[in-house]
């Protein structure tokens, strides 16, 4: 895999197809900084309205230092660990105290900000300030992980150790800040935990995990966390040398976005024969699938395709359908 053609293509790709997101509209320190906190175990939907509230009451640095402690938990309310909200009061104070009221920009500064970790700093430093280091959050290690073809555990400190190294590989000194939001990017929008849409990846050619057909596996699931069954009956609907497959919704729970085999719950055909069945994970979900013989009355559903029978293997692209075609 060559470095350069993957950062071109991921940055490509995150020049079109980026969220437009309050925090990325004038990145300035102060803004990026605030964003950064708030994003720490709270989703983007959850942020957003608190995050455009929030810089109307406290607009700049300066505001946020000269504020009282309850005023700032007030408006913090809703988003929880509270303490992130008086860390950030208090590092404000320490950056009107340390360094004259501007935030600052060398890396050791940022990071004696009460709050502030590594990731943060890295966040910080490259997207407003646009310098070259690196950061490693959890869509990170996952896309790094299927990426790469690293097998360990996402929350494995030894692991996650492993991860700055490439990602300090990678960091491009032009684009610093594109590039680790485009990595981000990616996990939260294709590359999820349950679900990656490869399908639809702007770096699927670069992907070991894809090309192995590894991307359901990687990485480990979580020692402990106890598997969720899931049962499925799929059908195998052939007519005239087609197959049906089925276009799974962006809603679906597992394999979002992306073709299979129909599920029986979703067709008006009633399961025929059993033709082969397989066990497979999809990160903490334990799937057993049953593949059966059906025919269809009528027109197929809009999610629903005829693929000539040889061109099914390109369209599945989850390794799942492939060890259940293997066993028919
Ligand atoms: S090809 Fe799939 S597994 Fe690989 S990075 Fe893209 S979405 Fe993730």
Redesign the pocket.
């Known amino acids: 895999m060559s470095d350069a053609l993957l950062r071109r293509d991921l940055l490509r790709w995150y020049g079109r197809a980026k969220r437009d997101l309050p925090w990325r509209r004038n990145s300035t320190p102060y803004r990026v900084w605030v964003s950064e906190i708030m994003l720490q175990q709270t989703t983007v939907a959850a942020v957003t309205p608190k995050y455009e509230a929030f810089l109307r009451r406290f607009p700049s640095l300066a505001s946020l230092a000269n504020s009282k402690e309850d005023e700032v938990l007030k408006h913090w309310a809703g988003l929880g660990y509270y303490s992130r909200a008086r860390n950030l009061r208090r590092a404000a104070l320490a950056v009107v105290e340390g360094h004259g009221g501007e935030f600052p920009s060398g890396f050791d500064a940022v990071l004696e900000l009460p709050g502030v970790g590594r990731y943060t700093a890295g966040a910080i430093l490259s997207i407003a300030f646009r310098k070259p280091y690196p950061l490693v959050d959890g869509n990170v290690i996952r896309?790094f992980s299927?990426?790469f073809g690293l097998k360990g555990r996402a929350k494995d400190p030894a692991f996650v150790r492993k991860m700055w190294p490439l990602a300090e590989r990678l960091v491009p000194a032009d684009n610093p800040g594109d590039w680790n939001q485009a990595l981000m990017e990616?996990g939260a929008t294709?590359?999820t935990p349950d679900s990656?849409?490869?399908g639809a990846?702007p770096?699927?050619k670069h992907?070991v995990?894809?090309k192995k057909g590894l991307?359901d596996q990687l990485p480990l699931p979580e020692v402990g966390r106890k598997p969720v069954p899931v049962a499925w009956t799929c059908l195998w609907i052939e007519k005239n040398g087609k197959v049906l497959l089925w276009r799974r919704s962006g809603k679906e729970r597992l394999l979002k976005n992306l073709w299979g085999l129909p599920e029986a719950s979703r067709l008006a055909a009633a399961p025929g024969k059993v033709l082969a069945s397989t066990t497979h994970s999809i990160t903490h979900h334990a799937l057993t699938v049953e593949l059966r013989e059906a025919s269809l009355n009528g027109a197929p559903p809009p999610e629903a395709k005829w693929v000539p029978r040889g061109e099914i293997r390109g369209r599945l692209v989850s390794s799942l359908w492939l060890k259940l075609l293997k066993r028919r």
């Open positions: 896309v299927r990426l990616l294709v590359c990656p849409a490869c990846c770096v699927a992907c995990a894809f991307q």
